[in-house]
């Protein structure tokens, strides 16, 4: 925050960067760049995307035990 206690301004470089890599990940998913962007627009927050493309910790136990049944 600065003196007048508001947010700082993002820097520019760092967020065309993070962008790139959400960017990635979406592609990485059978999501296209247009595809991605409407969902921002939509409201979606970025860290539920995030979370939604990350498997639960326990999926791969969890696959494993029933291919084992």
Do not use: V, W, Y
């Not at 925050?1 to 065309?16: F, G, H, I, V, Y």
């Not at 059978?30 to 979370?51: E, K, N, R, V, Y």
Request: hydrophobic content about 45%; aromatic content about 2%; charged content about 15%.
């Amino acid at each position: 925050m600065n003196k007048s206690r508001q947010p700082a301004e993002p820097n520019p470089e760092l967020m065309l960067c993070a962008l790139a890599e959400l960017l990635e990940i979406a592609q990485g998913q059978g999501i296209t760049p247009a595809d991605f962007m409407q969902l921002l627009d939509s409201g979606m927050h970025i860290s539920d995307f995030l979370a939604a493309m990350s498997p639960p910790a326990n999926a791969k136990n969890s696959i494993d035990a029933i291919r084992m049944h």
